[in-house]
């Protein structure tokens, strides 16, 4: 029957012969018409620049003020003023010999240093994503390195080393060596970020950053990624974790940090890389890089095509099934003048079964069969078909500035039908002769159960999800980045203005709340009730712009001040339906960030920063007339820290210590729940440590460790689960166990402790291992409720237990090996969960998600 079901399933979307038939065809393609012109190219034509120039689209931006000279001291300049490390292969005698004419103004910092070469009779090529080589006649040569831990945000005035913020950065050649496909998997490998289970309006990508939600703090190379989705890893060259209060650079949100998704761009050299999974969990996958210069048609263009697609079942999991594919294509042009653009499009289409997991029994999670699935195997299903579209142009001034102004337009539909099992464990409450009872009968309308009930007597109720909705947003954003000196001060700033529309299309289907199956054997081919209701659709639209500026003055060589404040206008409308009036709020907030740079030696740095964010009630675009009236939540964090370049470069180090308070947190009113009030308080403080290593012998590390000590400050709630019995000042209903103030209780989804490891090495007979594994501290699901936990069908409330509902710690460990198989293709074996430990991995508060158990990943890399 599973079988079967899953073989139905298959035939829809990405499943169906045809979707895999175009996807292979395009990257066989790919790889066999880019592969013929590379041979052809091998060879450039006398008197060609063999310089390949990444596109400054999607760079980090760095200020050059280097003068005419001798080369061997601009190569020093430029390894200060950049954080980039040259390696000479030709004698220092034999590159002093050589005279510049030097390089001033705002560039990446390849184009810096063509501009350093330029007349010289040197140039340079890619070698790979994090080396230059610099030649004469192809025989002496430079190797520029860039570290490893490298940004390419523009909203940051200096390299990421002089940064006074954490910034945890995944590599694409992490990503790759862990066989990661989404952006989850790439976030495993940055401490202090938790994964959450979806809710009813938001599936896809749900998480926190130390301690506070990140489900709008999404970004794509700068500017929000709007939709709820889950993302794939196809078109990433890196994610980028920015920790803390972020409102000056990204505007609304940022409690607890942002997560930006930079993408892959053009470069101006031909290569075409492929890459085939296939797994025990039934994967199958095929991705396909092209890049193709087209100087031969436009002198300085280059176009670049990625493709996916991507099948595959959840090792441990019955009948939940993953189906994907994607395509991003891109064109720059410009890559080696003053003037640069680009365009670039991205596509990314799901249609997958969906997993809800396991229901709670009491406080934990129920122990029944961890593949039991509780939803339709045939009628659930989840639709995302996000379509991105950005234009990019800049251009870099004679004295240094550079503007930059991006377009963005993007239109998220997603359709979903997904089960939440639920098992009622929650009694009703009474008083019986002045004393409270709690009664839980299984014969009731609604069944409830004590927790020492059979499992084979107990029922899982199917709650039905289904929505459909469409966001989109158009949005613009211009930036000025640019050096000027004043006096023997210098100053870096960035200037941004930005603003557009934001909107929101849902729409949900009500199904019947008496619908159940077995919690032993439930059968996913029930046939699925009709809905009892269909709603009106929501209207939703926001208005935005804000204006920004950022500036480091650099007081000495040892001394940094930067500071910024940003001014956000927010304007919501919510349209009238059959049953609810207008609604709309306007919020006008500025923020504000600062920080002290202490540069005890060129590759270190010390800081403190304070910067502030906020969250307005309609900051993911969901507005009602009990909260519209609400000022923003605010936010301001504290952080000192500091970080290290080691071995040339090739290690990053850094730690910091933080505290980020929250206040005027969102609370129903406990005495009118139709109020909204801005009275609580929450706090997250701790440390977190990291590295980052890219060495030689392929010995590549990434680790972290967080702890977070998060709590509630001050609240008005009341967390008991008998509070429908409480009564004010009264001697035995207005005290505990009937009133319990959540004070100091622990933050929803905040492990204490977690952490990761990562590390590959070489290995004899030309192989490469890597090895690691995560670390996530137990978690409870909610930061101010308890729940009764019912030891009979009727007992006395004050002998009934009282706790959290809650999910266990735990280590998972991961493996990988592989080898070259010959100059353009290697072969990759990756084994997941090592141990097949059974865990939580996305929790939410009616249900639990496990992670996938053991599954192994056999691939093949080719590249030409």
Known sequence: MKRNARRKNRNRGLGSSRGWLAVGTLAAYSVVGAGTKAHAATTPSEGTATAAVPPATNLPVKKFDIPAG??????????????????????????????????????????????LLEGTGLDFRIQDQATLVVGLHAQESVDVTTSANSIGLAQFTEPLLDTP???????????????????????????GVSIAAGEAGAQGDNLTIRGFSARNDMFIDGIRDFGSYYRDAFNYEAIEVLQGPASVEFGRGSTGGVINQESKTPLDREFVRGNLQ?????????????????????????????????????????????????VAPSIAFGLRGATRGSISYLHESEDSVPDYGLPYFGIAAAKVDRKNYYGYARESYL????????????????????????LRWGNYPRDLRIVEPQVNTTPTYSVVNGAGAATCSPTAATPCYNVNTPLSAVNVRR?????????????????????????????????????????????????????????????????????????????????????????????????????????????????????????????????????????????GSVYFDYGTSFNPAAESLSLSANNALQDPQQNETYEVGTKWDLLNDKLDVSGSYFRTNK??????????????????????????VGALGHLASHFDIILGYAYLDGRVVNSVLNASPFGALFKANDP?????????????????????????????????????????????????????????????????????????????????????????????????????????????????????VPGEGFNAQLGFNAHF
């Open 383 to 406: 639709r995302t078909n996000p379509d991105i579209v950005t234009g990019r142009v800049e251009h870099s001034f004679a004295n240094g500035l550079l503007v930059r102004s991006t």
């Open 663 to 688: 206040s005027n947190v969102y609370e129903t009113n406990p005495l009118d729940t139709t109020q909204v009030l801005n009275v609580g308080n929450q706090r997250v403080q701790g440390f977190q």
């Open 70 to 115: 001798g080369l061997d001291q601009a190569i020093k300049a430029f390894e200060q003023q950049t954080g980039v490390r040259v390696k000479l292969t030709v004698p220092q005698s034999t590159l002093a010999g050589f005279q510049t004419s030097g390089v001033k103004g705002s560039f990446p910092e390849e184009e810096g240093l063509r501009q």
């Open 732 to 848: 035995v209903f207005g005290i505990y166990p009937y009133f319990i103030n959540p004070k100091n209780f622990p933050l929803a989804n905040v492990p204490r402790n977690s952490g990761n490891v990562w590390v590959t090495h070489n290995l004899p007979w030309r192989f490469v291992g890597g090895f690691g594994g995560n670390f996530v501290g137990p978690r409870r699901a909610s930061s101010t409720a308890m729940v009764a936990v019912p030891q009979a069908n009727v007992t006395p409330i004050l002998a009934t237990p009282l706790a959290f509902k809650s999910m266990n710690g735990y280590w998972i460990f991961n493996a990988m090996l592989r080898r070259p198989i010959s100059d353009r293709l290697e072969f990759q074996a990756n084994l997941v969960n090592l141990t097949n430990k059974f865990y939580i991995d996305q929790p939410h508060p009616n249900h639990l």
């Open 165 to 191: 913020q954490t910034v945890n950065v995944v590599p694409q050649f992490i990503m790759q060596e862990q066989a990661a496909t989404t952006l989850r998997d790439g976030l495993r490998n940055v401490p």
């Open 278 to 326: 296939l797994g025990t969990n039934a994967m199958r996958r095929l991705t396909a890089d092209v890049n193709e210069p087209l100087n031969d048609f436009i002198p300085g263009a280059a176009f670049r095509m990625n493709v996916m697609g991507s099948q595959s079942n959840v090792a441990q999991r019955n009948y939940a099934e993953t189906r994907r594919y994607g």
């Open 463 to 603: 709650a039905i999800i289904a929505r459909n909705a469409t966001e989109d947003i158009l949005w613009e954003q211009t930036q000025a980045i640019g050096h000027v000196a004043i006096g023997r001060i210098d100053n870096n700033f960035v200037v941004t203005v930005e603003g557009g529309r934001e909107r929101s299309r849902p729409q949900t289907l009500t199904y019947a709340t008496n619908i159940y199956a077995s919690a032993l054997n439930p059968n996913a081919q029930d046939v699925l009730p009709s809905p009892t209701t269909i709603n009106a659709r929501t209207h939703v639209t926001s208005n935005a712009y804000g204006i920004s500026g950022m500036d480091t003055l650099k007081l000495t060589q040892w001394l940094q001040l930067s500071g910024g404040v940003r001014f956000d206008y927010f304007n919501t409308d919510v349209d009238p339906t059959g049953s609810s009036a207008r609604v709309s709020q306007l919020i006008q907030q500025p923020t504000y960030r600062g920080a002290i740079v202490v540069k005890p030696a060129r590759n």
